[in-house]
């Protein structure tokens, strides 16, 4: 019988620090208990890496050995087998085999469904790289598969989250720390039901724009609000203005919630909703009314859009125990703080 390697990826949801990752700013996501699955039959000599996915209706048949770029990847069909194309040459080449992937994640609902692919499958076909690095080469993939600019939050997390704790990340130094969550709440995701995809989103306008206010102030990671005085057109300031105040925001929750301040952990995630709607223009008519209703219910303490926006989810801070009332959104999902992603070996047959 042919061993096999299992690895589980979590999703993920960000508390509160979003579009700050690709300036090198903060953020505060937590991995949960919604995964992917990748399990690996190694074949040697086969030279090829065959991928199924219970999400895909077709097979892919790659190459083992495949040049990581953009131009070489936008060859290879079905195009979600890219993600996977590109991740085998960034992270271990050469791996041939049977690939399987499943997931109870959501697409396109913003809870970082195909990082839980990557960052699984590297694993998986053998990839040895610690959380950092494997994050790395993971965005690493999902920008050459994609072409979308992301930032490493969401591959971080994924890679490195601990049960029970939020991870508050510095993108810039590259560092992160565990921020336990507080007894007494509990994290819902609310699906707006507007899918999210990030390619035809703004996502990659907001980052040029960020990198253009970058030009005048130098990086928003390290300047204050009076600073963006200098940055004439207004446009521009109020994107650096979200920017420079969220990365405020998630230092300030953070202490929040180690100290079980609720309150002021709850009116930091609406400020952020704020601010991710007005200055930074990334939420929707859906993500907007599903905030006020979450917000509106009693035991809900903060809400606000979670991840790009564009569509996607929301993300609430709740007391413990609380339910939602059917009907506040199409799908809701009471995540815990989980571990970031495992490998084991198996001798299972695999289906
Ligand atoms: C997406 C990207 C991340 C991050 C968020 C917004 O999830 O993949 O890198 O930029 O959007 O915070």
Redesign the pocket.
Known sequence: MNLSLVARAPGRV?LI??????TGGH?LPMAINLEATATFVPLAGTDTLQVRSDLEPSEAMLPSRLQADHAGLANIEPAWARYVAAIAALTHPGAEGVLSICSNLPAGA?L?SS?AVEVATALAIGSELEPLALALAC?RA?KLASG?P?????QLVIAAGVEGAALLIDCGALTWETVPLPAGVEIVVADSGQPRR?ASSA?AERVSECERAERVVGPLARVTVADLRAIDDLRLRRRARHVVTENARVLAMAGALLSGDIDTAGALMNESHASLAQDFEVSTAALDELVSSLRALSGVRGARLT???FGGCAVALVERGTRLPAGIAPRVWHVRASQGATVAVSSEPVQ
């Open positions: 960000n620090g979003d579009h700050t990752d690709y953020c913003g970082s990082a965005q999902e979308v992301c930032g490493m939050m969401d990030l996502y991840g790009a926006g």
